[in-house]
């Protein structure tokens, strides 16, 4: 779980007659990640594709052409078929053909209506002229102009020009036309001259004779024939894609398949008479390989395991030997110095949060894959800062919808998480006494007293205190285990570095804490820190440490402090030790940064109440630190009169539901979408609160990320059976 899938490096070597039987058993095994040979062996070559690559490629590239216009997708597939060269060279051609004429004639329409549907724009202003097209145009020496602008300003223009005898205008909802008569000097452009610097856009007067309102209705009835013939193209090309999206995915797949077996060569390194092939393979599956290669060519290849990678980088890639991992296990060379790839090993119940992993990064193969802190932890954060049953069932009801519903693999993931965060907010819910925010559930299951509060109202105050500090205790804890992955990543490289680099941050975080949770030098620190587990409100008999203990507790973050500071002089010198002592101040922010745990705690548990109180209405008995609140669900006391032996002493609100029957409209408006936006702000601020905690405070103390991804030389067939 901790660890990927462990991987080796392995080497197929074999005669050129071989090749290809070669190349089709791995490929149907789809178990080898190749390596690509970097032609640093002397006397091989890199392998040329086999015949016919180019030709399986270009017909790969034509019928991801013709899906992407037929617009085919999975969904259209059909039932898997056996796709022969025969087929596909002749029903290929078939519908390409087809596919081509429709797109072709497609296309012409497109641009025909284009065409008319700006003639038909164009032609609009002219409509509401109601001057026939015939008479805007083609005269000796009356000069016209149609545009969009300011008729007065135009008017008063024309006439102060020096260059126009007479003029007249017509105007229609800021469309205005002018027919000017020039003065005896004047040149042809005399009116278009008179028009610049005014508010005037000239419009391009349409081809046509007649009636422009008659020319209008021409164009719209050219522009329904056209939209008529449009769609029929359309429905032949979908009738296409219905005859034929089954053979196109099939033929993909196949000329895929073929594609990737013409090019495997490449990766090789070859002579005239052999050919060396490596990569890497999951290591309990060696034997498979090896029995597979030897049931179909026998003698004729000798494959061997080059290495079996080490989880410690160091002893791969060694500073005194950057050329290590060249060398393998058995004392041969290998093609390239490339990292495993990386495949998570993690149950079944873990594999979503996965996906939270790689939002950052894959893990790299020699680095700890945290997805089973993640799996442990963010559930238990978002629960925990949530936790109502009611809004514990929608998240669970939710995650059950997309991990059921999509076929994607990151949708069923993010399922997944929200099953188990949906389920961890369901079971503090319980411990909470919660549902929708309402306390009815505790009166229920705990007969009034739940075992833990939120600490929302006044006489439960000490809770809110109480998980400020369990805040802070569980990410001590979950930091600590963050540094001891990194400890444990270096020691075995540099016992020095994986003391002073994270065993350092555990002696900082442990001394510092400890001091702080001691009663030494109590009258300097809250009060609340020796009173919440001795009895206000867990009786676990805490009160603090020893002064004995905090001097312990000093001690050991001193030792740390100068452990830290060593190790970043021993990489910047001198300017190390004020690096080191201002990174240090970080024992007290990363801790504090989780108490954000408890104020979203606090703040969804808040805007629960207030929907709750709009719609319910809220009294109060007691006064001070001792008030309580409760909702009016049944009815509304009057102040003054008794509740279950307390004494009501005031009305928070009355509550709509209390205020007839608009009230209560109103009131279910408020209930129903207040509640929603609850559930949605607690994924973004409850669930992102969670990831940044996984993300900035724990990943960083060890993690950094930048795995290749395993990816077999081989092809999960979807569409197509085997030959």
Not at 303 to 332: F, I, Q
Not at 575 to 589: D, N, Q, T
Request: hydrophobic fraction near 45%; charged fraction near 25%.
């Amino acid at each position: 779980m901790l660890r990927p899938e462990r991987m080796s490096k392995v080497s197929v070597t074999g005669s050129r007659a071989v090749m290809d039987d070669v190349i089709e058993t791995v490929h149907e095994l789809n178990l080898v990640h190749l390596s690509d040979y970097d032609g640093s062996w002397e006397g091989f070559e890199p392998g040329d594709p086999v015949e016919g690559a180019d030709e399986a490629s270009e017909k790969l590239v034509t019928i991801r052409s013709l899906e992407s216009i037929l617009d085919v997708d999975e969904e259209d597939a059909g039932p898997s078929r056996i796709v022969t060269d025969e087929a596909l060279e002749d029903e290929l051609e078939s519908v390409r053909t087809e596919v081509n004429r429709l797109e072709d004639r497609r296309s012409e329409l497109d641009d025909d209506l284009r065409e008319v549907e700006e003639r038909l724009d164009s032609v609009k202003p002219f409509a509401d002229l109601g001057i026939d097209l015939d008479l805007l145009s083609g005269y000796q020496t009356l000069q016209v102009a149609v545009g969009e602008g300011d008729a007065d300003e135009v008017h008063d223009t024309l006439e102060t020009a020096n260059g126009i005898r007479e003029f007249e205008t017509f105007t229609a909802d800021g469309t205005v036309a002018v027919f000017a008569y020039p003065a005896d000097a004047a040149d042809e452009d005399a009116l278009d001259d008179a028009l610049v610097g005014v508010d005037f856009a000239a419009l391009e007067i349409p081809d046509a004779e007649g009636s422009p309102g008659e020319y209008a209705e021409e164009l719209e009835h050219e522009r329904q024939q056209l939209e008529s013939e449009l769609d029929d193209v359309e429905n032949e090309l979908e009738n296409v894609k219905f005859d034929t999206a089954g053979f196109l995915l099939a033929a993909e797949e196949k000329l895929s398949i073929d594609v990737q077996k013409a090019e495997a060569p490449l990766n090789f390194a070859t002579t005239e008479n052999a050919f060396v092939a490596e990569g890497w393979i999951p290591s309990k599956r060696y034997t498979e390989l090896a029995s597979a290669l030897g049931d179909t060519v026998g003698d004729h290849v000798e494959v061997d395991e080059l290495e079996r990678a080490s989880y410690d980088a160091h002893e791969a890639h060694g500073p005194e030997d950057p050329d290590a991992n060249e060398v393998a296990a058995d004392g041969g060379t290998t093609m390239d110095d490339d990292q495993p790839p990386v495949v998570q090993d993690n149950p079944g119940a873990f594999k979503p949060f996965e996906l939270l992993v790689e939002t950052i990064n894959r893990p790299k193969y020699f680095e700890f894959d945290p997805t089973v802190i993640l799996f442990l932890t963010f559930p238990l954060f978002f629960g925990f800062m949530i936790g109502d049953l009611g809004y514990g069932l929608l998240y669970m009801g939710i995650g059950f919808w997309l991990f059921s519903s999509f076929d994607n693999d990151a949708i069923k993931s993010l399922g997944g998480i929200a099953l188990w965060a949906g389920g961890f907010t369901a079971l503090f819910g319980v411990l909470y006494g919660e549902i929708f925010g309402l306390h009815m559930l505790g009166d229920v299951v705990w007969g009034g007293h739940p075992p833990i509060k939120k600490g929302l109202q006044p006489v439960n105050a000490d809770y809110a205190l109480t998980w400020l500090v369990v805040s802070i205790l569980a990410g001590l804890l979950h930091m600590t285990v963050g540094y001891l992955f990194g400890f444990v990543e270096e020691l075995n490289h540099d016992p020095v570095d994986a003391v002073l680099e994270s065993g350092s941050w555990v002696l900082l975080f442990a001394g510092v804490w400890t001091w702080i949770l001691s009663t030494q030098a109590s009258n300097q620190k809250p009060d609340f820190l020796y009173t919440i587990f001795a009895g206000e409100p867990f009786a676990l008999g805490f009160s603090g440490f020893s002064p004995q203990v905090g001097t312990l507790g000093l001690a050991l973050g001193g030792l740390g402090l100068v452990l830290y500071i060593a190790g970043e002089v021993r990489h910047f010198g001198g300017p190390g030790i004020l690096i080191g002592a201002l990174e240090s101040l970080s024992v007290l922010s990363d801790a504090l940064s989780y108490t954000r745990i408890a104020a979203v705690l606090l703040a969804k548990a808040g805007m629960a109440f207030v929907v709750n109180l709009l719609f319910f209405g809220v009294f109060v008995t007691g006064e001070g630190s001792h008030a309580e609140w409760h909702f009016g669900i049944g009815h509304m006391p009057e102040v003054g009169t008794m509740y279950h032996g307390h004494e009501v002493t005031s009305h928070m609100f009355g509550g709509l539901v209390h205020s007839g029957i608009v009230g209560l409209l109103v009131g279910l408006l408020v209930l129903v979408f207040g509640h929603l936006l609850v559930l949605a702000l607690g994924i973004t601020s409850a669930g992102l609160q969670a990831v940044r905690l996984e993300y900035v405070e724990f990943f960083g103390k060890f993690y950094e990320g930048g795995g290749e991804e395993y990816e077999p030389f081989g092809y999960d067939r979807n569409y197509t059976t085997q030959d």
